[in-house]
């Protein structure tokens, strides 16, 4: 075909055409809705609710079990099943009928630990299946990038397991909400108790997952543990999803410190840490002292995949199954006549997080986000496995008590490897919430 | 002017156009009618024209495309962040800086040709991944990816009004092209369909012509007095800006920016929608986006719940053990599913989805004398 010369026939048709084109987009854009309909507020008797959970890639263990645990909650939300926590949470407005007489009905979708698909899995939800809250994520990369999607659209998003301190800190939302702790308080439970452990005079050095997350863990760990009197030796980052970890461990033995903190999570703590036992750091004896390896945040799950690795080893837990109070009896007793296996600490988060968006729901007695946001920020509550907790309006953090836990030398079985070394309270967890800066933006309903 | 053998082509191009600008009613049925995944097919299916450009008509193939994806998807949101939410300059830098890009890219690996030219390019895209992912944080911001702020500068728009409370949206002079909605899809779609417009016009200059003579055998173009470089490199920048225009529409829809969208993955995923699709076909690269695209988001989505509600009728002895197979499939399985499909489609069909289509078309179409229009599977050396 030739390069024809433009002329007024050609003209006249490109630009019919043309016109026709920019028009048609018109024809599609929704009416405004009406003043007090915020994104996907539902109009029939059910409402959705979107499962952004990771069932591929490093986290993906954590991502299978968050989503039991919100399919758990959506059934006690309806009144199926033993309740669960519905009746210990304190003070509550859920009746165990769905969400102000409607039907919770869910949907959910692999976010593959990658921002750009977790972005993909949130906008179908919302734009196509009508979801008003989106909640999960196992990366704290994900979540930041759906949770600044969730603000954009105008749509809640409840954070399940994230524990970068970017989340609530320096890109916090106002739609975002999270329960789960965060690198800080991490480091305020563990440091004293290895502080005990091993000592004041010790050298540590760092592997960090090369994302948001293991940076801010990085920097409060080495803040914690310098203000013991630590040395930093070294903080060498990772990347995520790496399968083999030899590479950097071997300079760790030559490089004089006797304390290797990872700060690494899901397959990625389970390689490192497993890699690392089997290079014999452990056994070794540097500084005339025992060389020691840390995993500042631990899970059952990963204890189960790393198996004899774990025994000894300190780390800090947001909760844990075998805590004594009514609401951890409770929910572990649901969760396993279900599925037949205790709940991770992901799976706690996210089940809570689901019950705590329909409690406020409820009592805003309205599904119009801004409402919603209202009730949620600054709501006291207990009942929930982690004592008296506060959802602070600065910041959309929970303020409550973490644990610190540590890899049991003789378990009875593949679901008791860890054991509760302290209960860290509230008041010690604790921070000021403009310590990592960020700001909430604003809370005006988005049409979308 | 439809009296003249380019009047097919006229009538691709009117096709083409009907199809893309109506795709939010015909996708209604299979449930992906929903203006992201339709922007994802736009944006995709440019990615995989504008590779076709460079691997359909000249053989190279390239292994490291989604470096200048991800080059255009920073460049456009650092013009967000600096200048202006205008989507207009912000895909002007994406193309621009993807095509300066690709010339430095292009001049090293086409040096050489066949396997060499495709690890040089895989190695170059890795390197851009791993320069992304940790060395230039400050410009990248690594594993998180680069997103807006509300500290930004925003010059441009400073000047003119005053900024709202939370992040803008980027817009096109007024419309909403981030957040949602269709105006989003309108400037994915009309780019697409320009960009169509333009691969089928360098399909049939002389210029194609001879990228196909390079494809064809290099040697005697050679040997008859032609540099054959200047054409590579030419189709290599072309196919770049594809790339750098897609990444940044990909912002512009969507303004977050991540280093996983350069992994050899995604340059591997633009390979299958062209293979998938029928390489060195108009249409077919597109067909293979739309394609591994909806896998990649409805199926992933399917769970025994779903199958449970479409095999209900079947008695529940029969419906268990079925159900409970194809969930191997469907949900996290949903690669798999990918991977038989594209298994079967290279057996079977080594042209892709469009010798498939091709051959129903001969089926019903089949005149006598006709025989010659039968399409013969084409087998490449793989050089």
Avoid at chain 1, 120 to 148: F, L, N, P, T
Avoid at chain 1, 201 to 218: C, P
Avoid at chain 1, 370 to 375: C, G, N, S, W
Avoid at chain 2, 80 to 86: A, I, V, W
Wanted: charged residues 15%; aromatic residues 12%.
């Amino acid at each position: 075909m030739k390069f024809e010369p433009m002329n007024r026939r050609l003209f006249l048709k490109t630009s019919a055409i043309a016109g026709v084109g920019l028009a048609a987009p018109m024809h599609f854009i929704r009416n405004a809705y009406a003043d007090d309909m915020s994104c996907n507020v539902p109009t029939g008797d059910t409402v959705t609710f979107g499962w952004n959970v990771p069932l591929t890639g490093a986290y993906a263990d954590e991502g299978k079990d968050e989503l039991k645990a919100f399919q758990l909650a959506v059934k006690h939300l309806n009144g199926e099943g033993d309740g669960g926590l519905i009746s210990v949470l304190k003070p509550t407005a859920l009746k165990g009928n769905g969400i102000l007489g409607k039907k919770v009905a869910y949907v959910h979708g692999d976010s593959q630990t990658k921002s750009d698909a977790a972005r993909d899995g949130a906008k179908r939800m919302i734009e196509r299946d009508g979801a008003i809250m989106i909640s999960g994520g196992s990366s704290s990369g994900v979540a930041v990038a759906v949770q600044g999607l969730c603000q954009e659209l105008g749509v809640i998003f409840m954070a399940g397991l994230t524990h970068s301190n970017d989340t609530t800190g320096k890109d916090k939302k106002r739609y975002g909400f999270r329960h789960f702790f965060n690198a800080y308080q991490s480091g305020v439970a563990l440091a004293p108790v290895i502080g005990e452990a091993y000592g004041k005079d010790r050298r540590a050095y760092h592997l960090t997952a090369d994302y948001t997350w293991g940076w801010t863990q990085e920097e409060s760990i080495k803040n914690a543990t310098e203000a013991l009197g630590w040395q930093t030796v070294a903080a060498v980052r990772t990347p995520l999803g790496a399968a083999d970890f030899s590479q950097y461990i071997t300079p760790v033995l030559n490089s004089g410190a006797d304390v290797l903190i990872l700060n690494h999570y899901g397959k990625d703590m389970v390689n490192s840490l497993t890699q690392s036992v089997q290079f014999g750091l452990r056994d070794k004896q540097v500084n005339g002292k025992n060389f020691e390896i840390v995993v500042p945040l631990f899970s059952e799950l990963m204890a189960q995949g790393a198996g004899d690795a774990v025994k000894g080893i300190y780390g800090t837990s947001n909760w844990d199954w075998k805590l004594e109070d009514d609401a951890t009896k409770a929910f572990t007793k649901s969760f396993g006549a279900e599925y037949s296996t205790p709940p991770s600490q992901a799976a706690h988060t996210c089940y809570v997080q689901a019950l705590l968006y329909a409690d406020a729901c409820e009592r805003a007695g309205t599904f119009y986000a801004p409402e919603v946001i209202k009730a949620l920020e600054g709501f006291e509550f207990d009942g929930m496995g982690n004592g008296k907790t506060l959802y602070r309006a600065e910041d959309h953090q929970c303020m409550k008590s973490c644990l610190v836990v540590q890899g049991k030398e003789d378990p009875k079985d593949k679901f008791d490897l860890m054991q509760v070394v302290k209960v860290v309270p509230r008041e010690e967890t604790t921070y000021d919430a403009a310590m990592f800066g960020g700001e909430l933006g604003p809370s005006d309903p988005k049409q979308c | 002017m439809f009296n003249n053998p380019a009047r097919n082509d006229w009538m691709l191009l009117a096709g083409f156009s009907a199809v893309i600008l109506c795709l939010p009613i015909l996708l209604e049925p299979i449930g992906a009618a929903y203006p992201a995944l339709m922007q994802k097919f736009c944006i995709f299916g440019i990615f995989a024209i504008g590779f076709n450009i460079l691997f359909g008509l000249t053989g190279y193939l390239s292994f490291g495309h989604a470096a200048f994806l991800g080059v255009g998807s920073y460049a456009a949101v650092w013009s967000f962040k600096l200048f202006t939410m205008n989507a207009i300059p912000a895909i002007v830098m994406a193309v621009f800086f993807a095509a300066a890009f690709a010339v430095v890219v292009g001049y090293v690996c086409l040096r050489r040709s066949g396997i060499y030219f495709s690890i040089l390019t895989l190695a170059f895209a890795q390197m851009c991944y791993n320069l992304a992912y940790s060395v230039l944080t400050p410009l990248t911001n690594g594993e998180t990816g680069l997103q807006l702020t509300l500290n930004d500068p925003r010059v441009v728009d400073g000047l003119f009004f005053e900024p709202s409370a939370g992040l803008p949206r980027v817009d096109l002079f007024g419309l909403p092209i981030s957040g949602g909605g269709y105006a989003g899809f309108y400037l994915c779609a009309i780019t697409l369909i320009v960009c169509f417009y333009i691969a089928m016009r360098i399909f049939r200059s002389p210029f194609g012509m001879m990228l196909r003579a390079i494809k064809s055998n290099q040697n005697r173009m050679r040997y008859t007095g032609f540099n054959t470089r200047p054409y590579l490199l030419a189709a290599f920048v072309i196919s770049g800006m594809y790339a750098g225009l897609a990444g940044g529409l990909m912002a512009a829809t969507d303004p977050l920016v991540g280093a996983e969208r350069m992994q050899w993955t995604a340059s591997g995923e633009v390979v299958l929608m062209t293979i998938l699709g029928g390489v060195g076909t108009l249409v077919g690269p597109v067909l293979g986006a739309a394609v591994i695209k909806y896998f990649e988001n409805i199926f992933s989505s399917f769970d025994d719940h779903a199958l449970h509600g479409v095999l209900g009728f079947l008695p529940n002895s029969i419906e268990n053990p079925i159900v409970s197979f194809l969930s191997l499939f469907v949900g996290d399985g949903w690669n798999l599913t990918l991977g038989v499909v594209f298994m079967l489609i290279v057996i079977f069909l080594p042209g892709g989805i469009m010798e498939g289509l091709r051959r129903i078309w001969n089926l019903f179409n089949r005149r006598p004398g006709n025989r010659d229009a039968m399409p013969v599977a084409q087998t490449q050396p793989a050089e």
